[in-house]
C-alpha cells in the first residue's frame, strides 16, 4: 500500500507540479464558463447574421422588382418622348436640348405657373361662390324690376345717403359747438357762482351798516359803543339796586329798556320810569360813560345836575355812595343840587347865594373874593 501511495504522489507530482487541485479546477471552469459564453455569443451573432442576410434578399429581391418596373417604365418613356420629338418637328434630343429655355427662365416660368394655377383654383371657388349666391337671391325673388330701373333706385338711393351723411355731419358739428357752449357756459356759471358768493357777502354787510348816508355805519358803530357804556351802566347800576338792569331795544338800539326784577323781569321803557328810577338809571349810565376811555380821551369828571331830590333817603345814600367811591378812583364829581343832605356828605362845596337885584354872590374853594353872577 505505502508503494502504491508513494507511487501516486509521484505520478501527481508528475501531473500538477506545485499547484493545488482547487485552484487548478476554478481556473478550468473558469476558462469552461468563459468558452461557453463566447459560443453563446458567437451563436447570437450567427442568428443576428443569418437574419440581416435573409433582409438583404428580400431587399434585393424587391430592388431587382423595383428595376425591372422602372426599366419597362424608362422604356415606354423613351419610346413617348421620341414620339413626342417627331411630333413636334425635333429631329433628337440633341435639337430638343438646344431649343430649350435656360434654367433661370425655366424656373420663372414655372413659378408664374404655379401662381396662375393657385389664381385659377381661387377665381374657381369664388365663381363657385358668387354662382351660389346668385341662385339664393334669384330664389329669393325680392324684385321684378329690370336693372335699368333698379341703377335708377340706386341713385336715388345713395343721394339720400349723401345727404344724410351731410346732415349727420351737420348735427355733430353743432353738438360738437353745443359742447364747447356748455363748457364755456359752466366756466361762467362758475364765475356767475363765485360773484354771486362775493356779492352775498357785501350784501350782509350792506344789511349790517350799509346806506347811501352812512347813517347805518353810524348807528352800528354807535350801537357797539353804546353797547359797551350799557355793560358799564349795568355793572354801577348793580351797586346801586338789584332791581333794575339795562339793556337795548332789539328794534331801536340806541334806545334802552329797564328789566325790573322785582315785576317778573318785566321789559319796561325808560320813559315810564319814575323820577328817582330815572335819576337812578341815568346816575349808573353816566357812571358807566365815565368809566369807558378812548386812545386818546379818558372821562375823569362828572357833573349832575339835581335830581337828588325825588330819591328817598335808601336811594340817595346808594347814590352818595357810589359817587363817593369814584371820588376815591381819582373822578372829578361835580353836584349841582338844593338837597340840604347833600351838603352834609361834601366837604368841598361851592355856595352860590342870592342878593338883591337879582344878583347872586359866589363862595367856596379856589374863590379869593366874593363875585357876583347873574
Not at 149 to 172: M, P, Y
Not at 237 to 245: A, E, H, I, K, N
Not at 359 to 368: D, F, L, N, Q, Y
Request: aromatic fraction near 4%; hydrophobic fraction near 35%; charged fraction near 25%.
Amino acid at each position: 500500500m505505502e508503494n502504491q501511495l508513494i507511487a501516486l504522489q509521484t505520478e501527481r507530482k508528475t501531473l500538477f507540479g506545485e499547484n493545488q487541485p482547487d485552484e487548478v479546477d476554478k481556473r478550468l471552469a473558469a476558462c469552461v464558463s468563459a468558452a461557453e459564453s463566447s459560443g453563446q455569443q458567437a451563436r447570437d451573432l450567427l442568428a443576428e447574421g443569418q437574419a440581416q442576410t435573409d433582409a438583404n434578399r428580400l431587399r434585393e429581391a424587391s430592388l431587382r422588382e423595383t428595376i425591372d418596373k422602372c426599366s419597362a417604365e424608362l422604356l415606354q418613356s423613351e419610346e413617348l418622348f421620341t414620339v413626342s420629338l417627331t411630333q413636334n418637328g425635333f429631329i433628337d434630343e440633341a435639337a430638343f436640348q438646344a431649343a430649350r429655355l435656360p434654367a433661370v427662365d425655366r424656373s420663372a416660368l414655372a413659378a408664374q405657373a404655379e401662381k396662375l394655377d393657385r389664381e385659377t383654383a381661387d377665381i374657381a371657388v369664388r365663381k363657385k361662390d358668387r354662382q351660389n349666391r346668385l341662385t339664393l337671391e334669384e330664389a329669393r325673388q325680392l324684385t321684378n324690376e329690370s336693372l335699368e330701373l333698379l341703377k335708377v333706385e340706386q341713385t336715388s338711393l345713395d343721394n339720400g345717403l349723401r345727404l344724410s351723411g351731410e346732415r349727420s355731419g351737420a348735427i355733430k358739428q353743432k353738438l360738437a359747438d353745443n359742447q364747447a357752449a356748455q363748457s364755456k357756459f359752466q366756466g361762467h356759471q362758475q364765475l356767475i357762482e363765485k360773484q354771486k358768493a362775493e356779492c352775498q357777502r357785501w350784501d350782509k354787510l350792506h344789511a349790517l351798516i350799509g346806506s347811501a348816508d352812512g347813517k347805518k355805519y353810524r348807528n352800528f358803530a354807535q350801537g357797539l359803543t353804546f353797547e359797551m357804556m350799557v355793560a358799564h351802566a349795568n355793572r354801577q347800576l348793580s351797586g346801586m339796586t338789584d332791581r333794575y338792569l339795562l339793556i337795548c331795544d332789539s328794534e331801536q338800539p340806541l334806545e334802552l329798556n329797564v328789566i325790573d326784577n322785582y315785576q317778573a323781569g318785566e321789559i319796561r321803557s325808560t320813559k315810564n320810569l319814575s323820577g328817582g328810577e330815572s335819576f337812578i338809571v341815568s346816575l349808573s349810565l353816566a357812571l358807566g360813560l365815565s368809566k369807558m376811555a378812548s386812545r386818546k380821551v379818558r372821562v375823569d369828571s362828572l357833573f349832575l345836575d339835581e335830581g337828588f331830590g325825588t330819591l328817598d333817603e335808601e336811594a340817595l345814600e346808594t347814590a352818595l355812595e357810589t359817587l363817593a367811591s369814584l371820588h376815591q378812583d381819582g373822578k372829578l364829581i361835580g353836584i349841582i343840587s338844593h338837597v340840604p343832605a347833600l351838603k352834609e356828605r361834601i366837604s368841598t362845596q361851592i355856595a352860590i347865594m342870592p342878593k338883591n337885584g337879582g344878583k347872586s354872590v359866589i363862595s367856596g374853594p379856589g374863590i379869593t373874593s366874593n363875585q357876583f353872577c347873574c
